[in-house]
Structure formats: structure tokens, C-alpha cells
């Protein structure tokens, strides 16, 4: 599987009490992310009419520039600047246009999906959220079709976000490293994965777990690191063990990581 990724967050600066230059006051309270309803929905309208206006050819309905719920998620992702989300959400949209998310199906990629290497799992992690588990050792960029690849990871993250419980979010993504060998290296894949999350299903990666990646993966690590910028904050390095007793129960942890 393969994808391509984008600013850590900076926090504000704020002016010492005592200087003789006057405070920096933020022109746009709207900053914030916590708006009210009446706020978040004017914003919501502004940015819809002004896709109308100056986007008109993009597509319309669910995942569309007239999808209330989209607009409004942008809109959170870039704390509430419509400028900005005008400009993401335009790039995501296009992007499923092109990339013909509507039209994916789990029979177009059935092949690919038969090896094994990803899959949602079908229970929630403790946190309730829906979980994507990538098998490392199962993935072979010299055999696999890239494309393919590419097709099967948005399909899983697309069914990872159906299986969302009301009132949540995120995912959790889980990279099984066990049985990693340089064969089953691919930079490429690994920066398509996170672009596609940074670029068009922004936070919605709640957690990455990296389960038990051995020494030769962290020179594959450091080179995508860099790439990921706030994502990188997501990474969690640990053990097969800590996924059981930490993110699972019993009867809710994926059949690899049962004892």
C-alpha cells in the first residue's frame, strides 16, 4: 500500500506583562475551536458559499462543498480559518473526484486484500474507536501493485470511519512490525498513508501504534519522521503485549495478538 503527507502546530505568543509595546491582540476570536453553534454555523455558510462561488464544478452531496458536516470538520482542522479551509477542503475534494473514492469497492481490491496486510478489525479499541491494523511482514512493494496498494489503504480507512460510534472521531492505526524484514520496506507507502490522512481525513488518526519494529526498521523511520511533522506526535513504539492489555479486552483484541 502506498500514500503521500503535511505543520506542527505552533502555540501562540503571548507579550510579557511588562513591555512598552502594546499587547498583540488575535483580530479573530473565531480562532478558537470552541465556538458556538451560531458562530460554527455562519462560518459553515460562509465557507459553503464561497466553494459555491468560486468552486462551482466540484462535486455536490456527501463529501461534497455542500456537505455541512465536511465543511464544518475542515473548519475545526484549521481552527476556523475559512480561507484555509476553503484551500484544504478544495484539494481534498478534488482529490476523491480523481481518485474515485465513490466508486472504491472491498470487491475491486479482493486480491490484494486477500494477502492479508490490512484490515479493520471488527471490534473497537477501550477508547471506542474503530482500529486499522496494517501487517508489515505481508506487504511486498516489489510483487504488489502500487496503485492497488493505494486503492485498499483509502477503502480500509473509508470503512474504518463508517464503523465511528456517535460522539467519536478518531482511529486507531495499528502497524504490526512483527516479522519486518527489508523486503517489506517501503518509504512510499509509508508517506501516502499519512499525506492522505495529513491532506483529506484530517485528525481523524487518533493514535499509530508501531508493535515490536526491530532495529533495521529505524532507518526507514528516521527518513519519514520528518514528513510527518504533528503526526510523528501520534507514534507509539511498543510491545505486542502492550496492544493486549492496553487497547483491548480479552475478547475484543485482534486474533494476532492474542496470546
Given at each position: 500500500m502506498a500514500l503521500r503527507l503535511s505543520h506542527p502546530l505552533r502555540h501562540p505568543f503571548f507579550s510579557p506583562i511588562?513591555?512598552?509595546?502594546?499587547?498583540?491582540?488575535?483580530?479573530?476570536?473565531?480562532?478558537?475551536e470552541s465556538l458556538n453553534l451560531v458562530e460554527s454555523h455562519k462560518l459553515v455558510m460562509k465557507v459553503k458559499?464561497?466553494?459555491?462561488?468560486?468552486?462551482?464544478?466540484?462535486?455536490?452531496?456527501?463529501?461534497?462543498?455542500?456537505d455541512e458536516d465536511l465543511i464544518l470538520w475542515f473548519l475545526k482542522d484549521r481552527k476556523f480559518d475559512t480561507e484555509a479551509a476553503v484551500s484544504k477542503l478544495t484539494k481534498a475534494i478534488k482529490w476523491r473526484q480523481?481518485?474515485?473514492?465513490?466508486?472504491?469497492?472491498?470487491?475491486?481490491?479482493?486480491?490484494?486484500?486477500?494477502?492479508?496486510?490490512?484490515?479493520?478489525?471488527?471490534?473497537?479499541?477501550?477508547?471506542?474507536r474503530p482500529v486499522l491494523v496494517v501487517v508489515a511482514s505481508k506487504h511486498?512493494?516489489?510483487?504488489?501493485?502500487?496503485?492497488?496498494?493505494?486503492?485498499?489503504?483509502?477503502?480500509?480507512?473509508?470503512?474504518?470511519?463508517?464503523?465511528?460510534?456517535?460522539?467519536?472521531?478518531?482511529?486507531?492505526?495499528?502497524?504490526?512490525?512483527?516479522?519486518?524484514g527489508t523486503e517489506n520496506s517501503d518509504f512510499e507507502f509509508l508517506k501516502f498513508l499519512f499525506d492522505v490522512f495529513y491532506y483529506y481525513y484530517p485528525k481523524r488518526l487518533g493514535q499509530v501504534l508501531f508493535v515490536d519494529a526491530p532495529f533495521l526498521f529505524l532507518p526507514l523511520w528516521q527518513l519519514i519522521k520528518p514528513l510527518l511533522k504533528s503526526y510523528a506526535s501520534l507514534v507509539r513504539f511498543c510491545s505486542a503485549d502492550t496492544v493486549r492489555?492496553?487497547?483491548?479486552?480479552?475478547?475484543?483484541?485482534?486474533?494476532?495478538?492474542?496470546?
Open positions: 511588562h513591555t512598552n509595546k502594546p499587547t498583540r491582540i488575535c483580530k479573530f476570536s473565531i480562532k478558537n458559499e464561497k466553494l459555491e462561488k468560486d468552486h462551482h464544478s466540484l462535486p455536490v452531496g456527501k463529501n461534497g462543498r455542500d480523481e481518485f474515485h473514492v465513490s466508486e472504491l469497492s472491498e470487491e475491486s481490491v479482493e486480491r490484494i486484500a486477500g494477502t492479508g496486510k490490512a484490515y479493520v478489525h471488527d471490534f473497537l479499541d477501550v477508547n471506542d511486498f512493494p516489489a510483487k504488489h501493485d502500487q496503485t492497488e496498494n493505494e486503492k485498499l489503504c483509502v477503502i480500509l480507512i473509508e470503512k474504518a470511519l463508517s464503523k465511528l460510534p456517535a460522539g467519536k472521531e478518531e482511529i486507531l492505526g495499528i502497524f504490526d512490525f512483527r516479522g519486518f492489555k492496553e487497547y483491548f479486552t480479552t475478547t475484543t483484541v485482534p486474533a494476532d495478538f492474542r496470546d
